[in-house]
């Protein structure tokens, strides 16, 4: 309170007291009540409180808290722990960090579990089939970015995918702790290392096969490699080794002789006493197709979209992308889907051919885009151009029911490229995407598709759609998740199916460990999307003829049903309506690989470089003394000051309420008024 304030206040009680004198002493008619002194005590106390309000003091108070810095304890919850015998090791020791005393009086301790995935709990199960150590040091770079959170980081250091975890581990700003699970005794061990396969093979070609393998032991010995598809030897070779030999790259071609999925294994014969004979073998699978989708990518410019439409098609070996000049010699027969991009004048015979042919289209326009002629060339959208160029932001349409796809973060994307000028279509279009321009939503579609009869068209509208893909790859560190996306619109428009009530999405194959999830949609009779049906999913294995049943589950626009608990094998599948005479069948195989099964031990090296100083589950005090010792993580003490106005008070007006009151029930109760 400042010295101003406080002459204020004496200044007030000094005018209080003169104005309650002046009005019970110097009156003669309330100075000749019995009562007068108790009136004037009210009525200082009213007036009092009244100039308080008016000059409305400030009072400074100050509170002070302890902050302990957190413990972030991140733990490998996957079975490569169970497999290496640590899982009741790695238990206590997080029991022991998670109940000291003195650590809990230090430091607010908070547990995590990294697998496939980064959580937040205290639920350790060894479970998990995959581990990226890389999105775990990435989260908690992410949740500890202005704390102050030594990490104790928990795992054997083997990693199944994910970028390099010893990178993203220097960009977090904390102290790590890493304790090793697992023996770190380098034993003599022959294994498969990386296999490199296309997904898809073309009926009567041979398909590649690229195999590592890899040999640590310091004695000279050959070994047999196989190739198999069931008991059948495709392809063997004897490969030697030694302490300068430590691996060998074997390139094998094989047959593609009937369609299907098959399923094939490759191996390394164990050495004598080899300690884990888990990762001697390998299973893949192909599935071999019959046919494959041409798309022609026809323009009269040079612009990056085109590179990238090419590497999105064709990142599914089931699709070829040709990028063609207008001007060059084209037999359009040859393709069952054609990219316009930016079509102009010169486009004319093109679009001929295709109304001969009745092919599928995807229109793609931007700001070299002639709408005068597109106007003029078909009937299915008008744009009164202008000029002028415009951004369009693109907002997700979530309604969407043409086919199936989720959002990869549309309304992040940066803006595409247009002429500026109001759209409009002569029959119904399905909207992926809308027009969002200078932050005002529309309903106008950006990225729309079209149902004519037996053909199908897309439309984009706008340039630089390449920027997407380049951003989907900086927020997922990969293109996947654009490609798919766009890979299942090129799909989408490539059919030449009529569209049906009930879609499904699936895999041929999947690894044994992976998400094995399989959607679908429903429709009602007027292929609106119908969120009330009850879906369910028969799944048979084929080896026992073993059925199991399972309902679908409604996620957004979309039923799913989880099928990642099913053993390896193959399986016939049959999705249901209830109540309608709808079904879909498919066949999918799960192929027998658990990735966390190929580690012998520890990786240590890797370990190390988090920090020169490990740690092994039984040294929970040299751990606990480490911490303890380090003065970066004391506890700090904090002040915080907080500044109150008196009029924020709201008992002072109560007490002039009660005066007031008290004043005027005594008068009257005297009989004074």
Known sequence: MTVTNIFLIILAAIIALALVLVQYYFTKKNKRSKHWMLFSALRFITYFSVFLLLINPKFTSTTYTLEKPSLAIAVDNSSSIKNLGEENEVQNLLNQLQQDEDLTEVFSIETYSFGSDFKANDSITFSEQQSNLHQAFSNLQQLYKNKTAPVVFISDGNQTYGQDFTYSAKQLKQSIF??????????????????????????NNKFPVEVFVNYSGNSKLSQRFEIKQGNQILYSEIIPFSSEKTSAVINATLPANSVGVKTYSVSIQPIENEKNIENNIKNFAVEVIDEKTNVLLLTSIIHPDLGAFKKSIEHNQQRAATIK???????????????????DERFARAYEQIKRLGLNTFTVTGTQTNYQFLDQIQDIFTKQSTHQEEDYLARYNQNYSSFQFEDIGFDDFPPLKDKFGELSFSTEVNSLLFQSIAGYETDTPLLATLENGTQRHGFLFGENSWQWRAKSFLETESFNTYDEFFGKLVQYLASNKRRERLQIDYNSFYNSGDDIV?????????????????????????????????????RNNLYEVDLSNLTAGEYAFTVTVEGEQLSKSGNFTIVDFDVEKQFLSANLGALQQLNKQVYFPNQFEQLKQNLLA??????????????????????????IIFCLSSEWFLRKYYGLI
């Open 178 to 203: 890493p304790v090793v699970v697992g023996d770190t005794t380098q034993y003599v061990d022959l294994k498969i290392g990386q296999l490199n396969v296309n997904r898809y093979a073309f009926l």
């Open 325 to 343: 000049n207008i001007d060059e010699e084209i037999d359009f027969g040859d393709y069952q889907l054609v990219v316009l991009y930016q079509p």
């Open 518 to 554: 399989l959607k679908a949609q429903y429709f009602d009779r007027n292929y609106e999307f119908d969120p009330r049906g009850k879906l369910g999913l028969t799944v048979k294995y084929k080896e026992t003829n073993a059925s199991q049943v399972f309902p679908f589950l409604l």
């Open 630 to 655: 380090a003065p970066e993580f004391k506890p700090i003490q904090k002040s915080k000051q907080e500044i109150s106005p008196l009029i924020d008070w709201i008992y002072l007006l109560a007490i």
